[in-house]
C-alpha cells in the first residue's frame, strides 16, 4: 500500500535533479510481489525516463525491462511497453533480438488469447496492438532482416483491423500503415495501406480522411507513384472547412508534386492562396509554390506566368531572389547557343506582352516587387512589344510613376521610383525621340526631394539637350548581359591632359614604390631631412673658483665645500662687484645663478632675504686670518631650499588642490 501510493508520487512531484536519488528504489520494486506494484513502478521508471534518459538507462536496467515483457500480469507486460519504446528511441540496438517476442505477443493479441476484460468495443487490447506495431517500426527501420519477419504479422494486424470498421480498429490501421511506410518496403504490404488510404479519403468523416492525408503523406514521400490514385480524393479535401485538414492537405499536395501534375497543383495552390487571408498561410505556401515552380517547370513561360501571378495574389511575401532570377531567365533565356536565340526572343516577347496587359489595367493593385519586375522587363524589351507601340507603353509608365502615391505603385518606395524612372529613359533612347509625358516626368523628378532620382533626371536631361547622340551608348539595348569594360589607363582622357600641359600645367608623375632595388633606398635616405646619427655623450662640468659670483663670491674651504657669501648691498650682474669677479675664460662652462628673485610660473615672489649665518659655519683657516669681518655666509643648499619652499606656496595658493609635501 505503501510502496504504492510512494510511486504514485514519483510520477507527479519527482524532477530531474532528483532522478537519481530515487531511480535505484524504483528499479528494485519491478521484483516486488506484487502485481500493481510492479505495474506501477514500471509506469514510475518510464517517467523518470523521460525526465533523464542518461541516468536511466544502464545494461542492468535494460535486462530487466527484458525480463519484465515476460511477466505473467497482461497489465505488467502492456505498460512495460512504453518504457521498451522510449528506449528504443535513444538506442535501438538492445532492442534488436526482441522481435520475435514482440511478433509472439501481437499474435497471441490478435487471436484473442488475452482476457476479455482487456477488449475495447470488440477489440482485442487495441492500444497494445498499437504500442507493438510502434516498437516493430522503430526497430525494422532500414533493417531488412528484421523488416522480413514483421511483414507477415503486421498484414493481419492491418487486414483484421480494417474489417472491424471502428474507430479503435481505424487507429490499429493508422499504425500499421506508419509502419508499413517505416520499415524495408514490401509491395504487398504498400498496395494495402494504398487501400486503408483510399477508404479514409473516401469517408465522411473529417478524422479519417485527416487520418488518410497524413497516412498518404508518410507514402508519398518515400514512394510517389502511390499518389496519382488519390490525387483527386485529395483534392477534394481543400473544399472542407477544417482548417486543420486544409493545412494538411496543402502539405500533402506540396509532396505529391511531380513534372507531371505540378500544372495542376499549382494552379489549385494558387486558388487557396488567392482566398486565403491567414498571413502565416499565406507566406508557407508562397514559399512551397516558388519551390516547386522552380524545380517542376514545365517550360520557361509557364514559370514566368506562374511567379507573375504569385507576384499578384502575394504581393511582398514572396521574396527578393524570386524576383531576380526571373529577371535572369528572361535575359539569358535558355542557354547560350545560337540556336536558342530564336527561342529566347519569343521568351521575351512573351513577358513584354504579360507585362504590358498588366500596365494597360489600371484596376490591379500591382505590389512593389511586381512594379520593379516589370519596369525592369519592358525597360530592356519593351520594343519588342505587338500589343501597344513604344510611345503608349512610355505613357503608361508616366501614368504608373504618377500615381506612386496611391496603392497601385506599393506605396511608392523610392527604390521602385527609381528603377521606372530609368524604364522610362531606356524606353525613349529605343524610341528615338522623347514623348511630352515623359518630358515632363523627367523635367518634375529634376526637382525631386531624392537625390538619386533627381541626379538620374539632371543627367538624362543633360544628355537629351545636349548631346542627343548619345543615348544609344549610354542606354543600349538588350544589353543587360554585356560585360562593361573597364579602361584602368583612363584613355579618353587623354585629350584633355594633352591641352591642360599645353597651357602649362605641370605633367603627372608616378610616385616610386617603396619596392624599389637597394640604390633608390640610399638615395632616399640621405635626401632625407631628418639627421639619424646619435649625439656625441655629453662631457662631465667642472665648476671652478667664482664660477658662482652670480649669488657672490664662492670660496673653496678645506673640507672642499663651496661657501658662498653675499656682501651688503647685493651682488647683482651689474654691480661693480660682480664685474671684478668675473673669472677668466679657462675653457670650462661657468654657471651664473640670479638673486634678484624666484623664477615660478603664477604671481612675482618678492626677493629673497638670506638669513644671517652664524660665524662658526664660517671654516677658521689661515688663508681668512687677515680678511677683514665678512659678512653673514649662506650655503647654496639652503638657498635652494628656501626658492623651492616658496615655489610650493605658491603652488598651493595658486590650486588649492594641489598637496605638497617635504621629505
Known amino acids: ?22 531511480s535505484a528504489q ?28 542518461d541516468i536511466v538507462t544502464s ?32 538506442d535501438v540496438q538492445p532492442f534488436k ?5 514482440l511478433i509472439s505477443i501481437l499474435k497471441q493479441i490478435c487471436e484473442r488469447r488475452l482476457p476479455s476484460e482487456y477488449d475495447y468495443h470488440r477489440i482485442p487490447a487495441p492500444w497494445m496492438q498499437m504500442k507493438i506495431v510502434r516498437i516493430l517500426s522503430v526497430i525494422g527501420k532500414n533493417d531488412s532482416q528484421c523488416s522480413e519477419g514483421m511483414y507477415e504479422i503486421v498484414g493481419d494486424c492491418l487486414r483484421k483491423a480494417d474489417e472491424a470498421g471502428i474507430n479503435a480498429s481505424n487507429a490499429i490501421v493508422y499504425e500499421c500503415i506508419r509502419c508499413i511506410t517505416s520499415i524495408y518496403p514490401n509491395p504487398v504490404l504498400l498496395d494495402a495501406a494504398g487501400a486503408s488510404i483510399s477508404r479514409f479519403l473516401s469517408s465522411r468523416s473529417q478524422n479519417l480522411r485527416y487520418l488518410g492525408v497524413t497516412g498518404l503523406a508518410s507514402i508519398v ?30 502539405d500533402l499536395l506540396y509532396r505529391m508534386t511531380n513534372p507531371v501534375n505540378v500544372e495542376f497543383i499549382t494552379d489549385r495552390l494558387l486558388h487557396f492562396l488567392r482566398g486565403s487571408t491567414d498571413p502565416y498561410l499565406k507566406s508557407d505556401l508562397t514559399t512551397k509554390i516558388c519551390t516547386i515552380a522552380e524545380r517542376y517547370a514545365p517550360n520557361n513561360a509557364w514559370y514566368v506566368r506562374t511567379i507573375t501571378e504569385l507576384f499578384k495574389i502575394a504581393g511582398d511575401l514572396v521574396e527578393t531572389t524570386v524576383a531576380t532570377n526571373l529577371m535572369s531567365l528572361i535575359a539569358e533565356g535558355t542557354g547560350n547557343e545560337e540556336d536558342d536565340e530564336e527561342a529566347d526572343m519569343v521568351l521575351r516577347k512573351q513577358a513584354v506582352e504579360l507585362y504590358v496587359n498588366l500596365l494597360s489595367n489600371p484596376a490591379n493593385r500591382m505590389p512593389r516587387v511586381l512594379v520593379e519586375t516589370l519596369a525592369w522587363v519592358l525597360g530592356e524589351y519593351g520594343y519588342l512589344s505587338s500589343v501597344m507601340p513604344l510611345d503608349a507603353i512610355i505613357d503608361g509608365m508616366c501614368k504608373l510613376l504618377e500615381s506612386g502615391s496611391t496603392a497601385r505603385l506599393g506605396g511608392g518606395a523610392p527604390s521602385t521610383r527609381r528603377l521606372v524612372l530609368s524604364a522610362i ?5 529605343q524610341f528615338g525621340s522623347c514623348p511630352t509625358a515623359a518630358a515632363k516626368v523627367i523635367d518634375d523628378y529634376t526637382k525631386s526631394s531624392d537625390p538619386d532620382a533627381q541626379k538620374r533626371c539632371l543627367e538624362f536631361q543633360t544628355i537629351l539637350t545636349q548631346s542627343p547622340q548619345l543615348l544609344g551608348e549610354v542606354f543600349p539595348v538588350d544589353a543587360s548581359l554585356e560585360d562593361v569594360e573597364v579602361d584602368t589607363n583612363m584613355s579618353f582622357l587623354d585629350g584633355l591632359v594633352s591641352e591642360a600641359i599645353s597651357n602649362g600645367a605641370r605633367p603627372y608623375q608616378k610616385p616610386e614604390d617603396d619596392d624599389d632595388d637597394d640604390t633608390n633606398a640610399v638615395a632616399s635616405s640621405a635626401a632625407s631631412t631628418f639627421k639619424m646619427t646619435p649625439y656625441e655623450k655629453p662631457q662631465e662640468r667642472t665648476y671652478g673658483q667664482g664660477a658662482m659670483s652670480g649669488m657672490g663670491s664662492t670660496n673653496m674651504g678645506p673640507s672642499g665645500t663651496a661657501n658662498v657669501t653675499l656682501p651688503p648691498g647685493g651682488g647683482g ?32 615672489a618678492a626677493p629673497i632675504q638670506a638669513a644671517p649665518i652664524a660665524s662658526s659655519s664660517v671654516p677658521s683657516t689661515s688663508s681668512f686670518a687677515n680678511t677683514p669681518a665678512p659678512a653673514p655666509a649662506v650655503s647654496f643648499e639652503l638657498c635652494v631650499c628656501f626658492v623651492c619652499f616658496f615655489v610650493c606656496l605658491l603652488t598651493v595658493h595658486n590650486n588649492k588642490n594641489s598637496h605638497c609635501t617635504f621629505l
Open 1 to 22: 500500500m505503501e510502496s504504492g501510493g510512494a510511486l504514485l508520487a514519483v510520477t507527479s512531484l519527482i524532477t530531474s535533479d532528483l532522478v537519481g536519488t530515487v
Open 573 to 604: 650682474p651689474g654691480s661693480p662687484q660682480h664685474q671684478q669677479q668675473q673669472p677668466t675664460s679657462t675653457g670650462e662652462p661657468q654657471l651664473a645663478l640670479r638673486n634678484v628673485g624666484a623664477n615660478v610660473w603664477g604671481k612675482k
Open 59 to 90: 545494461q542492468e536496467l535494460i535486462e530487466k525491462v527484458r525480463r519484465m515483457l515476460c511477466d505473467r500480469d497482461p497489465a505488467v507486460m502492456g505498460a512495460t511497453l512504453n518504457v521498451i519504446e522510449a528506449m528504443a528511441r535513444v
Open 26 to 53: 524504483v528499479i528494485g520494486l519491478l521484483e516486488h510481489s506484487a502485481e500493481t506494484v510492479r505495474k506501477k513502478a514500471i509506469i514510475a521508471l518510464h517517467r523518470l525516463h523521460q525526465l533523464s534518459p
Open 97 to 101: 533480438d526482441l522481435v520475435s517476442s
Open 221 to 250: 514521400e518515400k514512394h510517389p507513384k502511390y499518389a496519382a490514385d488519390h490525387q483527386l480524393a485529395v483534392i477534394e479535401c481543400l473544399e472542407d472547412q477544417d482548417e486543420t485538414l486544409l493545412r494538411k492537405t496543402l
Open 425 to 429: 529613359m531606356k524606353m525613349v533612347a
